[in-house]
């Protein structure tokens, strides 16, 4: 019994300092014990002594005037070796930057993990802080999520369906018929649009990918009228600007 709560001791710290982590994404500032206390629900003493192991390992900064943390540079340099043509030798972030000038509109990069979608990274403030980085999703139901599953095979997608159907809610629920379909479209026309929440859609397509890494969506989130009247333009300019930030990425390497 004792081996039980040690091993659930483990893992609920290390869950939260994957949490404290990714609260750096969301909040991109420097934060206090407080800060990290309230956005976790941790009790203040338990998350003094992550933050201070932390400061330990050289994952964060402290600031002992203003008593506040910020990420340092080892932890930047986590996954750098991850698909080094985006990240490492890429110009991905700043490209994301670069499309939320030119576009007016939010951009986020995407994930499948298991059964579930993932918003890894979003650039722009006028997008619900439910949708924001390191946010949670139902790929079922998102465009940034259906645009990786057509990279599938039919039986791939069919168990997945099946799977998300019988561990969803009845109102999440999609036919693996209707997805099929919608699939199909999404290959023809290389890209997905779809609503996301009431007035807010988004606008996917895929980043290249190599045939052991990762299949990761990016695109745009903005007014459903906005993003549907001017589709296909919007696409382009996704498209286009994963081709001027992969021949600046050659350029340089």
């Known amino acids: 019994m004792t081996a039980v709560l040690s091993g659930e001791r483990r893992i609920k710290s290390a869950n939260r300092v994957l949490e404290i ?20 629900g941790v009790p203040q003493s338990s998350t003094s002594e992550l933050l201070r192991v932390l400061v330990q390992k050289g994952y ?5 005037v203003a008593r506040r ?7 930047a340099l986590l996954g750098s070796w991850v698909q080094p043509r985006l990240f490492r030798h890429g110009h991905l972030l700043r490209m ?3 499309l939320e000038e030119i576009s007016g509109e939010a951009v986020a990069l995407c994930s499948i993990v298991g059964t579930t979608l993932q918003h890894l990274h979003v650039v722009g403030t006028q997008v619900p802080r439910s949708l924001c980085g390191t946010s949670e999703h139902h790929p079922l139901h998102s465009p940034f999520g259906t645009v990786i599953l057509s990279t599938l095979a039919r039986e791939q997608v069919r168990k997945l369906v099946h799977r998300l159907n019988a561990e969803g809610a009845p109102e999440s629920r999609v036919p693996f018929e209707d997805i099929a379909i919608e699939l199909d479209k999404i290959r023809s026309r290389g890209y997905a649009l779809s609503e996301l929440a009431p007035g807010l859609s988004g606008l996917a397509v895929l980043l290249p990918h190599g045939v052991d890494e990762e299949p990761l969506s990016i695109g745009l989130i903005g007014p459903t009228d906005r993003l549907r009247d001017c589709e296909e ?4 300019q996704v498209r286009d600007s994963i081709s001027e930030s992969r021949t600046r990425a ?3 390497a």
């Open 21 to 40: 982590i990714e609260l750096f994404d969301s909040e991109r500032q420097s934060v206090s014990v407080m800060d990290v206390s309230r956005a976790l």
């Open 60 to 64: 964060l900064m402290r600031d002992r």
């Open 69 to 75: 943390f910020r990420p340092a540079s080892r932890t």
């Open 96 to 98: 994301m930057d670069e």
């Open 233 to 236: 333009q919007c696409a382009r």
């Open 250 to 252: 050659c350029l340089s």
